[in-house]
């Protein structure tokens, strides 16, 4: 079983609408977790990062933390054909433990 | 803002050949990672070094070695190249202590084939 978990997708969502994507991590004691955007033979950008219970806004991305349940999710609000990527979920304290990936498809 | 950079972006070796690879931090950034992303996969952690030593190892195989200079640039050797080794080399830089959660970014990476 893999540390993190990610739906592999691809999530299509149109324009203007809220793309979710989720992330289960396998490990109990882990304390911080990371978003990344990747586009096609690109760097990972981070997105956002969250260590505690709860949310997290910044502009139109919302990260959202259950350690009770073991996810992390991030909300996508206004979804621009832009944001048309792979996200990964990591979680890390120092090297990053990467999911595989849910490619997100926003549509004109 | 002054961002990861990684020399060379492409690298073209043949089985058995040397590669270097390199990446100089963000400024201020005191530790660096690798990673190696093979087609379709996600980022699979190598090695970490944190104000020059080595701070932590992952699946990184005993062909390759890596130092981080006095300057905080670091650097990837990697021998007697297989064609596995064909992949997105990345280079994250973070600055923090080992105790502490370091946002890392990350270089626009090396993309190695092994022919």
């Known amino acids: 079983q893999k540390e993190v978990e990610q739906n592999s997708g691809p999530l299509s969502v149109p324009e203007g609408a809220i793309a979710s994507l989720n992330c289960t991590y396998s490990d109990r004691g882990s304390q911080s977790f990371f978003w990344y955007r990747q586009y096609s033979g690109k760097s990972p950008e981070l997105i956002m990062s969250?260590?505690?219970?709860g949310d997290k806004e910044d502009g139109r991305f919302t990260a959202q933390l259950n350690k009770a349940s073991q996810y992390v999710s991030l909300l996508i609000r206004d979804s621009q054909p832009s944001d048309s990527a792979t996200y990964l979920c990591?979680?890390?304290?120092?090297?990053?433990?990467f999911g595989t990936g849910t490619r997100l498809l926003v549509s004109p | 803002a002054a961002g990861v950079i990684q020399s060379p972006r492409h690298l073209i070796k043949e089985k058995r050949e040397t590669a270097t690879l390199k990446c100089y931090p963000i400024p201020r950034h005191d530790t660096v990672y690798w990673y190696q992303q093979g087609p379709g996969q996600d980022p699979q952690f190598l090695i970490s070094?944190?104000?020059?030593?080595?701070?932590d190892k992952g699946s990184i195989p005993d062909r390759f070695s890596a130092q981080q200079f006095s300057d905080y640039h670091s650097e990837l050797n990697m021998s007697s190249l297989e064609l596995g080794d064909s992949a997105l080399y990345f280079c994250a830089s973070s600055l923090g202590s080992l105790d502490s959660y370091n946002e890392q970014f990350f270089g626009p990476g090396t993309r190695l084939t092994v022919l």
């Open positions: 990591a979680e890390g304290f120092q090297k990053l433990v």
């Open positions: 070094f944190y104000e020059k030593m080595q701070s």
């Open positions: 969250i260590y505690s219970n």
